[in-house]
Nanobody
Framework: QVQLVESGGGLVQPGGSLTLSCTAS????????MGWYRQVPGTQRELVAT???????NYADSVKGRFTVSRDTYKTTVSLHMNSLKSEETADYYC???????????WGQGTQVTVSL
C-alpha cells in the first residue's frame, strides 16, 4: 500500500507561480513512475506531467516550458513547479503512483489550485 498526500495548492494570480508537493508513505519501495494530473469538475482527469524512477520526465503539451516535475533522491517526494499559470488551469491537482509490484495506480486526495485575479 502506498499513501500519497498532496500539498501546496491555493490561490494564485494569472501569470504567477505555485509549487505543489506530493509525499509518499507506506510501501515506498514499490513506487514506480509518478505523475501529476488535474481535473475540473465535470471533466475527465488529464495528465499534467510524469516522472520515472530514472527521473526522465514527460509533460502535456500545454504545460511544456512552464511546468517542471521533479522527485527527490529517495523517490518519495514529487514536486510540480508551475510557472505562468493560466486561469483555465484552475483545477484539483492529483498525485499518482504506478506501483511496480501491485500494478495498481494510487492517488492522493488532491489539492486545489485556483488561478484568478
Amino acid at each position: 500500500q502506498v499513501q500519497l498526500v498532496e500539498s501546496g495548492g491555493g490561490l494564485v494570480q494569472p501569470g504567477g507561480s505555485l509549487t505543489l508537493s506530493c509525499t509518499a508513505s507506506g510501501s515506498v519501495f514499490a513506487i514506480g513512475a509518478m505523475g501529476w494530473y488535474r481535473q475540473v469538475p465535470g471533466t475527465q482527469r488529464e495528465l499534467v506531467a510524469t516522472i520515472a524512477v530514472d527521473c526522465s520526465t514527460n509533460y502535456a503539451d500545454s504545460v511544456k516550458g512552464r511546468f517542471t516535475v521533479s522527485r527527490d533522491t529517495y523517490k518519495t517526494t514529487v514536486s510540480l513547479h508551475m510557472n505562468s499559470l493560466k486561469s483555465e488551469e484552475t483545477a484539483d491537482y492529483y498525485c499518482n503512483d504506478q506501483n511496480i509490484y501491485s500494478g495498481k495506480d494510487y492517488w492522493g486526495q488532491g489539492t486545489q489550485v485556483t488561478v484568478s485575479l
